[in-house]
């Protein structure tokens, strides 16, 4: 395991020394070139995984302490060690639910302006495909906010995690829903979409 002076080394490869208001912090571009030394996608899971075991404050922006515990809790002393780690626990995400559910949880806050308890519709259309794999009923839920971007503005932190649960609950043919369960509101209208909508995209 890579000693503290050895991460605090490592983390001030990447660490915003310009800044002057005393934070010890990886921004966004710093968190970038991590990413590039990692060869990882900026457009895959990968790098919200790392954020998230890094323990990152919000989106590209990790703290040395949040860098510390997360690189000790991986076993993680070096560049390649740190790939082979998000990789794993990309891996993990396929036979552990409860790891996954908890990472995407997570996902809203770093989504979520500071003082605000929604995130952007917009903002949940550019990430739910990346977190979410190739499930159908995210992949849908997306095509359903694309095509209702003039009403549907904010997603609340009740819809982000239902929709998990439902993307289990789901049966294809959507014959399973009902409109007296207790799901969000937004669901009832979302499951009339995709029941008029082009049947080969619920698959």
Same mark, same amino acid.
């Given at each position: ?5 050895? $991460?605090?080394?490592?983390?001030? *490869? ?14 966004? #571009? =710093?968190? #970038? ?9 900026? *457009?895959?899971?990968? /790098? ?24 000790? @809790? ?6 390649? =060690? ?11 995400? *396929? ?33 739910? /495909?990346?977190v979410a794999g190739n499930s159908?009923?995210?992949? +849908?839920?997306? +095509? ?12 609340s932190r009740d819809q982000w995690?239902? $929709? ?7 049966? /294809? ?6 409109? *007296? ?7 009832? =209208? ?10 080969? @995209? @619920?698959?």
């Open positions: 395991m890579a000693k503290g002076g050895d $991460l605090q080394t490592w983390f001030i *490869e990447y660490q915003d020394l310009d800044r002057t208001d005393g934070r010890v912090v990886i921004t966004p #571009e =710093g968190f #970038e070139k991590l990413c590039d030394a990692l060869e990882f996608n900026l *457009e895959k899971i990968e /790098p919200m995984v790392l954020l998230w075991k890094l323990n990152g404050v919000e989106l590209g922006t990790v703290e040395f302490d949040g860098w510390e515990s997360g690189m000790r @809790a991986m076993n993680v002393k070096d560049i390649k =060690g740190l790939k082979a780690a998000i990789s794993r626990t990309v891996q993990d995400f *396929e036979n552990d639910s409860v790891l996954f559910k908890t990472f995407y949880r997570k996902v809203f806050d770093y989504l979520r302006p500071e003082q605000q308890r929604s995130v952007s519709a917009e903002d949940a259309v550019a990430v739910l /495909p990346v159908w009923v995210f992949e +849908k839920f997306v +095509k359903y906010l694309e095509a209702n971007s003039d009403s549907i503005k904010v997603i995690q239902s $929709l998990l649960e439902l993307s289990k609950a789901l049966s /294809p043919d959507l014959s399973n829903y009902s409109n *007296e369960d207790a799901w969000p509101a937004m669901f009832d =209208g979302f499951v009339d979409w995709a029941k008029n909508s082009k049947p080969e @995209a @619920a698959k």
